[in-house]
């Protein structure tokens, strides 16, 4: 999983219908050295600003009610950014 | 999943019987800072210079009427380039 | 799988409820030349400066009791770091 | 999916009897920016310096007549470098 | 799937059951531009300093006689080092 935080929102009209009841949100990994950023579904109503938990890959779909074609996914809120300690 | 652009399409005459009837686009990801590009099926029409919601991985085979050798699809138009607000 | 080194735990009170009863570490990939860090499940009881060997994707659901969106767990300890021999 | 260019072949003579009788591609990726390589399975009979597209992940179960380990196949021949349009 | 050296082994005392009984090898990808490590199972018995064709992902399970948390799996013992074409 990553942790990332929500830097934007995604609005498409026209999109495959086990997709819609989603909220698409935009996570930047905050885990990485490189500017990482992908798209997650969200159903626990995470907004703008808020450290995120995010699983990808088959794994998702353990978290839905039906299959759905959305590979990345809000699992958990992150109470604060984590405490790292470098070697 | 990933927000890319249409950049281009994928001419394949001799192919597996499974991925003919959908159309194969170069789709470049916008929310890398590398200059990433993959081959996504769709077969909801997108055109070329068109952003796109694509999802990868097992997934994938959620949005098939029959499992095929497919890793990436597009299963949205989206409306607008996200407003992506930095730290 | 990769070898990592145990740098940091994530707390998430708001979570779905099949990743609760796993603890969340935030590992370093030791393998990489990258700074590459990720968040796994743990149920072994690694702790903080700890060698880790770690699974991930689809995998990872064999070594749950129940199906759950993790797709990194923590699979062994490692006794010290590899011998790594170059060429 | 990829399209990549065929630069090479594997010989190995001691392997798993699931991956017999599939011919094994070294294949670099044409759509990236880095020097990306890897080995792909071929039954459709790709030769070296043709485009390929090569699906990757769970999705080449679906095109093979048994289960193997297997994560990269030739899924087509591309009859011309796409004609890719930048911003 | 990669062609890998094989460049150290691991040791893990404390580790699934599951996954008892597979030597774990630490593989250098011989095809990337990065120095990219990784840690796979092994059965076949390669050792140290030889070439090893590599399957990774969900595909890995079907090399298995028991689901086990494997993500990475030495399937074939590489002859000698592919002669690679440039363009």
Same mark, same amino acid.
Request: glycine share 0%; no cysteine.
């Given at each position: 999983m990553v942790i990332g935080k929500v830097v934007g929102t995604v609005v498409s009209t026209r999109k495959y219908e086990s997709i819609q009841g989603h909220k698409l949100l935009v996570v930047e990994n905050?885990?990485? !050295?490189?500017?990482e950023r992908f798209v997650a579904a969200d159903r626990i109503g995470a907004g703008i600003g808020q450290l995120v938990l995010v699983a990808t890959g088959?794994?998702?779909?353990?978290?839905?009610s039906q299959p759905a074609?959305? !590979?990345?996914?809000?699992v958990g809120i992150v109470d604060q950014e984590p405490d790292i300690r470098a070697e």
């Open positions: 905050l885990l990485s !050295d490189r500017k088959s794994a998702v779909q353990t978290a839905l074609p959305i !590979d990345a996914m809000v």
